[in-house]
């Protein structure tokens, strides 16, 4: 009978470690597909011009120039969305940790925030829209960093409050029987066990966020100049991918599929450099 239940439950094992083995094998596929994808399509229409020159005359159409305006238009618009999320973020984050971690305030802000993350992001940007039209604005460079900071400010809580949720209460109980003060525990404690994650938190949001066409669709709009204020309009490479993906000219086609790359490689490295620094930043961090 003991060997029957043994057998079963390696049985059980085997074949939920082979289900997880496949599962991971399916999505380094999936990756590897994409990137082999943007690399045969995008790859010939790379060059020098592509990331250093503004659309010119005739781009549209097969012309010179290249894709500088969307490639500064992203990273102003997820840069900008970032801090603006940020700085909404950790507050928010240390409250649900610190003054009240287990209260139905906190519960129910946990779940708005979980709603929040699951809104479409066209509709952020349609809420941003319409403010826009109430208040007589056009399409800007500062109404799609907004879009973008709606986005981004549930992402960016619930991974911090996940991160700071694991922080082992006897650190905190130490800080208190020390005497500290909650604002000293949470700068002290808090904020210097959850820096990894937090870091992580914040780079994982501009990845979503320079990723991001619906919610910049109406409210960054587009242009091939650079944008000089908040006010002007802002360009960005997913819009670029789309509007060139649907060019009926194949050399248009092929840089709509060279910003997708200049894209992927973007989203890259963010990950990349999100886990180096966060391995750094997690010397300092108590298991």
């Given at each position: 009978?003991?060997?029957?239940?043994w057998?079963?439950?390696?049985?059980e094992?085997?074949?939920?470690r082979?289900?997880?083995r496949i599962?991971?094998?399916?999505l380094?596929?999936?990756?590897?597909?994409?990137?082999?994808?943007?690399?045969?399509?995008?790859l010939p229409?790379m060059?020098?011009?592509?990331?250093?020159k503004?659309?010119e005359?005739?781009?549209y159409?097969?012309?010179?120039?290249?894709?500088?305006?969307?490639?500064?238009g992203?990273?102003?618009?997820?840069g900008?969305?970032?801090?603006?999320?940020f700085?909404?973020?950790?507050?928010?984050a240390m409250?649900?940790?610190?003054?009240?971690?287990?209260?139905?305030?906190a519960?129910?802000?946990?779940m708005?925030?979980?709603?929040?993350?699951?809104i479409?992001?066209?509709?952020?940007?349609?809420?941003?829209?319409?403010?826009m039209?109430?208040?007589?604005m056009r399409?800007?460079?500062?109404?799609?960093i907004?879009?973008?900071?709606l986005?981004q400010?549930?992402?960016?809580?619930?991974?911090?409050?996940e991160v700071?949720?694991l922080?082992?209460?006897?650190l905190k109980?130490?800080?208190?029987?020390?005497?500290?003060t909650?604002l000293e525990?949470?700068?002290?404690?808090?904020?210097?066990?959850a820096?990894?994650?937090i870091?992580?938190?914040?780079l994982?949001?501009?990845?979503?966020?320079?990723?991001?066409?619906?919610s910049?669709?109406?409210?960054?709009?587009?242009?091939?100049?650079?944008?000089?204020?908040l006010?002007s309009p802002?360009?960005s490479?997913?819009?670029?991918?789309f509007?060139?993906?649907?060019?009926p000219f194949?050399?248009?086609?092929?840089?709509?599929?060279a910003?997708?790359?200049?894209l992927?490689v973007?989203?890259?490295?963010?990950?990349?450099?999100?886990?180096?620094?966060?391995?750094?930043?997690?010397?300092?961090?108590?298991?």
């Amino acid at each position: 009978m003991k060997r029957r239940w043994w057998t079963l439950a390696h049985l059980e094992e085997t074949f939920f470690r082979l289900l997880m083995r496949i599962s991971a094998l399916v999505l380094v596929l999936a990756l590897a597909g994409i990137l082999l994808a943007v690399l045969i399509r995008g790859l010939p229409a790379m060059n020098l011009d592509m990331i250093t020159k503004v659309p010119e005359g005739g781009f549209y159409l097969g012309g010179g120039g290249g894709l500088l305006n969307a490639i500064l238009g992203s990273l102003y618009l997820a840069g900008g969305g970032t801090i603006l999320a940020f700085l909404i973020s950790l507050p928010i984050a240390m409250g649900l940790n610190v003054y009240a971690p287990s209260s139905r305030w906190a519960a129910f802000t946990r779940m708005t925030l979980d709603v929040l993350w699951g809104i479409p992001s066209l509709v952020y940007g349609a809420f941003i829209f319409l403010i826009m039209i109430s208040m007589g604005m056009r399409a800007s460079l500062g109404a799609g960093i907004l879009a973008l900071t709606l986005l981004q400010i549930p992402i960016m809580v619930r991974a911090m409050d996940e991160v700071m949720r694991l922080i082992p209460g006897g650190l905190k109980e130490a800080a208190y029987g020390l005497g500290a003060t909650r604002l000293e525990m949470a700068r002290a404690v808090v904020l210097r066990q959850a820096l990894p994650g937090i870091f992580t938190a914040v780079l994982l949001a501009f990845g979503r966020g320079i990723g991001d066409a619906a919610s910049v669709l109406f409210t960054a709009g587009f242009t091939d100049r650079i944008p000089t204020s908040l006010a002007s309009p802002a360009a960005s490479l997913p819009l670029a991918v789309f509007f060139q993906l649907s060019s009926p000219f194949p050399e248009v086609r092929a840089r709509g599929y060279a910003a997708a790359l200049i894209l992927t490689v973007l989203i890259l490295i963010v990950s990349g450099l999100s886990r180096a620094v966060a391995r750094r930043l997690s010397r300092n961090v108590v298991n």
